[in-house]
């Protein structure tokens, strides 16, 4: 192996990379206008695998989910004639330092189930399977999704095994957040459709940007009260919420009556309402004691969309925290929503909204 050099690709590196797939692969391969794409990428790490003469023997192709601690081995690579030489080992290793120094937590994969060596090459650095995407391939092969956590803590956090329930509609991922923590505090308990669109129905703020209205802390702490569960709310705005996003007044003035209404009905409960942001320590302390924090974020850090969203809390370590994702993009799979590692500074500057910087959070425990 002490003839065989590591480096970042570039672009002129673009015709031997075409050639490499042309070796390596039926279909799928990567095009031409793909490599020039992630050659210098800041969303992405490609490297190769060069020896003594100049020939590029291999290459490996990372992808970095915006805003997230995931890492995806999008593509990797080694000529036939080179293999058995570890060169895939050191490009795999490499690229999982490269995720490191990016503040990446995972390493997730997808495989053909049919390649037993790249499967076992998998596995003898830490990979396990997590799930499987049927037909993935062109040639209709299914895919077998494997994850290896690359950051390791002294003070690891567990994750608490908690259900996943995917938003039905584009409004009700405040529903979906509090149905899946009920699901966590209560095993009887099963989200459905149903109690998504009742859950919204009794917690929407009526108008927001546009369309439908969403759901704010207030009315989820009501809903959840109202079914046996205590509820704290965390909020740093004592009026409505949300104005921003309307501009007629009288939008306004129904929004104004529909906080009003909210906090009459809750101060007959013993529903705690803190108008202070909940930080980083008091969501880790829910969590310690068996509570579950939904956090409302802006979406912007991660899909450039500034939107207000709810997500689930699963657990924070020193670094990250790790949410569930409701919305789920049309090319991607549950499975990438659940447990998704994200920087704690990140994550705690995506913990507002708006102009007014909004930061609002529910935690829901057992009464």
């Not at 890492?71 to 999982?96: C, K, M, N, V």
């Not at 499967?119 to 391939?137: A, M, N, S, W």
């Not at 509820?231 to 104005?243: D, K, S, T």
Request: charged residues 25%; proline residues 4%; contains cysteine.
């Amino acid at each position: 192996m002490s003839d065989i050099h590591y480096r970042a690709a570039e672009k002129n590196d673009v015709n031997a990379l075409l050639a490499i797939e042309q070796g390596c692969f039926r279909g799928d391969r990567l095009s031409r206008r793909s490599f020039l794409h992630f050659v210098g990428s800041d969303r992405a790490h490609l490297s190769v695998a060069q020896d003594g003469g100049g020939t590029l023997l291999g290459y490996c192709l990372i992808l970095f989910h915006r805003g997230t601690g995931l890492a995806r081995l999008y593509s990797i690579a080694t000529l036939p004639q080179a293999r058995g030489r570890g060169i895939a080992e050191q490009l795999l290793l490499r690229g999982e330092q490269a995720a490191l120094v990016r503040g990446r937590a995972f390493m997730r994969l997808e495989v053909n189930t049919g390649n037993s060596g790249a499967i076992r090459l998998y596995q003898r650095l830490g990979y396990t399977p997590f799930g499987i995407y049927h037909d993935y391939y062109e040639d209709h092969a299914d895919a077998l999704r494997m994850q290896k956590r690359i950051a390791v803590y002294p003070h690891d956090a567990e994750h608490r095994s908690l259900p996943f329930y995917q938003q039905t509609t584009e409004f009700t991922c405040g529903p979906a957040c509090l149905m899946m923590a009920m699901a966590a505090l209560d095993a009887n308990y099963h989200p459905s459709r149903s109690d998504e669109l009742k859950l919204w129905r009794e917690a929407t703020t009526i108008y927001m940007t546009s369309g439908h209205g969403g759901c704010g802390p207030h009315g989820l702490a009501l809903a959840a009260w109202r079914r046996g569960y205590r509820a704290r709310v965390f909020v740093n705005q004592h009026g409505p919420l949300f104005l921003e996003g309307v501009r007629r007044p009288e939008k306004k003035a129904v929004l104004a009556q529909v906080h009003r209404d909210f906090l009459d009905d809750l101060a007959a409960t013993d529903v705690e309402l803190s108008h202070r942001a909940a930080d980083i320590a008091t969501l880790r302390a829910a969590i310690e004691h068996g509570e579950t924090p939904l956090v409302l974020i802006s979406t912007y850090r991660f899909d450039r969309q500034k939107s207000p969203h709810w997500v689930l809390v699963t657990a924070i370590d020193e670094r990250f925290a790790f949410i569930h994702d409701p919305h789920i993009e049309p090319e991607r799979a549950p499975l990438d929503n659940q447990y998704v590692p994200i920087d704690i500074n990140a994550f705690f500057n995506s913990m507002q909204f708006g102009q007014q910087r909004l930061r609002a959070a529910l935690i829901i425990g057992r009464r």
